[in-house]
């Protein structure tokens, strides 16, 4: 039996992967992106795979995407006003992720990446990239580095960029 269009969109296999980041980009400092995240992410009933976003405002927006987390896997949220309280608030329910992109997220630092790293045992891929000028007034992100190595054991991909670390940072 055919399936009409609207039953198929309407129904969360539709919505597995929500990949909203070249429209996200326009509003990064509006509501928009909430309300449409608040709108998309309850369609997946639970099935929500893969959600990419750029410039999520706060952690209040961070803490509803967490409560639709069960079955997530790949999490983009680069550019985004998390902060270290946020992260660590929520990453227990982020458990199922093997793929996060915390890039060019100023406001988070080892302690949102150490949660992270002691909540989603299944991570494999990790893209923690800066942009040069937010790290201008930065003299070490060693402990990042630590934090990473600490909890990290089983990454396959580490992409960072524009960090200022040590030999030892390296190495670890």
Request: aromatic share 6%; with cysteine.
């Amino acid at each position: 039996l055919p399936i009409s269009w609207n039953r198929a969109v309407t129904g969360p296999y539709c919505w597995q992967e929500i990949d909203i980041e070249l429209w996200s980009n326009r509003f990064h400092q509006s509501d928009h992106l909430d309300r449409m995240l608040e709108m998309l992410i309850p369609r997946s009933a639970g099935s929500l795979r893969k959600l990419s976003v750029t410039g999520l405002r706060n952690d209040s927006i961070f803490s509803f995407i967490a409560q639709h987390a069960g079955s997530l896997k790949t999490l983009k949220v680069p550019r985004s006003g998390l902060t270290n309280s946020g992260v660590v608030n929520v990453a227990e329910k982020l458990s199922s992720l093997t793929f996060l992109d915390l890039s060019y997220c100023c406001k988070i630092g080892p302690e949102a990446i150490q949660a992270i790293g002691k909540h989603c045992k299944s991570l494999r891929e990790f893209c923690r990239n800066m942009h040069p000028l937010d790290v201008a007034s930065v003299v070490s992100h060693d402990d990042e580095a630590y934090a990473i190595a600490n909890t990290m054991p089983k990454l396959k991909r580490l992409e960072i960029a524009y960090h200022r670390v040590s030999t030892e940072g390296v190495l670890k």
